[in-house]
């Protein structure tokens, strides 16, 4: 049995756009958004992206788990990778900068110090980082609760993709769900069995060894199913030529306009950046002055 | 398996690459909270065995849309936005293990086992390097933060987890396809 994404059908604005003129905006959006690690255009983006996420009308109860999950991940990436180590941060943020604990972190019960190199411009940035990839995640994390699935495969080819590859694209945004499914099924088995998912020591190799348990079977589940999916699909003449689509997807002035500003958001972003020479790292006067 | 095109593209390789993008999405996303520390926000993923796996045992354009598409769901979905240059080096991890299809006869003579984990070092090495190097274009890197931050922790992850866990799917992938006799 397939199950299907976490989908609804639902009046709202968003809703009234043709996929193909969705995903249009979606990767304008992201391509602007990711020319940018400058707090003033993140602002303005972050805001377009969260009104972009409330046009879909969707209750926050259907999308808390996925925020659950990117907020997590972000917190994360923000915590080891910028304020930890600053790996996330380079490239970025210049060498050096406003150390937050120029003396170090005195240790209690000691004469100790601890140097933490964390500086006021990394925690600039991980703002930034939140501005940045919260507002990607707004506009990406709403795609499968918004948009109907049926309509994947018609969406891709009507976006100029090859037949083949539009309905590889389709059957693959299916088989997600019911991968994942299988995929819990199978955890719950190997617990039953006495597996530990979360089960410590052993190093790095015995850790990887750990996860065969469970990719193996899905793995293998999966194939068995697809060499009947693709014999029934052989059965029905799949690719013997042009296919034609149970959906059909038309136009309309609001698409237009969608497409329109969407355009215009790229390049308006792309001008800023490339020719205003705009929207690197900036971290604000009055921080530094605080700071000094 | 050895008359086969290398290139197909048939009903068979739309379901399997389908299937092999869905699968890495959803181990990938599983996986995705295991950050490796001081690298630039690359995750250990266990799941980047399976669109090798898939190059291997279905050929490279399975691999490279199982990477490619597994990748680009998996960031979607996990919030991490897209990431074209990531995604066709998984893409292309997956094509470059894949060159080794239908030039073995089974899966788990020793032979083969050691050729798959040769390819699986050069699909890891050309994929990650490719993403790799585009982060100096993307988010203007220079090459110590390129080779430090991003090349050598994604590299050596990827190879940990594809050199140990693709024989193990290649050796069950054996077990299934004596069974069904396909």
């Known amino acids: 049995m397939l199950v299907t994404w976490a989908y609804r059908v639902r009046k709202s604005l968003m809703g009234s756009f043709d996929p193909r003129a969705r995903w249009i905006f979606s990767f304008a959006f992201l391509i602007s958004a990711t020319q940018f690690w400058d707090a003033r255009f993140l602002v303005v983006l972050f805001v377009l992206a969260f009104l972009w996420y409330f046009s879909a009308r969707v209750p926050f109860k259907e999308t808390r788990r996925a925020w659950t999950f990117v907020w997590f991940l972000l917190l994360i990436m923000i915590v080891v990778n910028t304020i930890l180590t600053g790996g996330g941060a380079g490239g970025v943020v210049p060498e050096g900068g406003h150390v937050v604990w120029p003396n170090g972190i005195p240790i209690p019960l000691t004469a100790w110090h601890f140097h933490f190199g964390l500086t006021y411009e990394r925690l600039w940035f991980a703002l930034c980082q939140i501005l940045r990839i919260g507002g990607i995640s707004a506009v990406f994390v709403i795609i499968p609760f918004s948009m109907d699935p049926r309509s994947y495969g018609v969406t891709f080819r009507g976006l100029g993709f090859p037949d083949k590859f539009a309905y590889s694209m389709e059957l693959a945004f299916r088989y997600v769900p019911t991968i994942a499914r299988d995929f819990g099924v199978t955890v719950d088995a190997q617990r039953a069995r006495g597996y530990e998912v979360e089960g410590s020591g052993g190093g790095i190799f015995k850790q990887i060894l750990r996860t065969a348990p469970l990719i193996v079977p899905v793995t293998m589940n999966s194939i068995l199913t697809g060499e009947d999916v693709a014999n029934a699909m052989d059965l029905r003449c799949f690719g013997r030529g042009p296919r034609t689509w149970l959906y059909k997807l038309e136009y309309h002035w609001q698409d237009y306009l969608l497409i329109a500003f969407s355009i215009l958001l790229l390049l308006a972003s792309l001008a800023i950046v490339y020719g205003l020479k705009l929207g690197d790292f900036w971290v604000p006067e009055f921080l530094i002055r605080m700071i000094s | ?182």
């Open chain 2, 1 to 182: 398996m050895q008359n086969k095109s290398l290139w197909k593209f048939g009903t068979r390789e739309v379901v399997y690459s389908a299937i092999g993008a869905a699968l890495y999405a959803v181990l990938g996303i599983a996986t995705n909270f295991l950050q490796l520390p001081s690298a630039g926000n690359v995750s250990f993923r266990p799941a980047v065995a399976i669109p090798m796996f898939f190059g291997i045992a279905f050929g490279p354009v399975v691999g490279f849309i199982a990477g490619f598409l597994g990748n680009i769901i998996a960031d979607l979905v996990s919030g991490y936005g897209f990431w074209v240059w990531w995604d066709l080096g998984n893409g292309l991890m997956g094509l470059v293990a894949g060159l080794m299809a239908f030039s073995f006869v089974g899966f788990k003579t020793q032979g083969t086992l050691l050729k798959a984990e040769l390819f699986v070092i050069l699909g890891v090495v050309v994929g990650m390097g490719v993403a790799s190097l585009s982060e100096m274009w993307v988010s203007g890197a220079d090459i110590n933060t390129v080779i430090f931050g991003n090349f050598i922790p994604a590299a050596v992850a990827n190879l940990v987890n594809g050199l140990i866990l693709v024989p193990i799917l290649m050796i069950a992938y054996d077990a299934v396809v004596s069974r069904s006799g396909k």
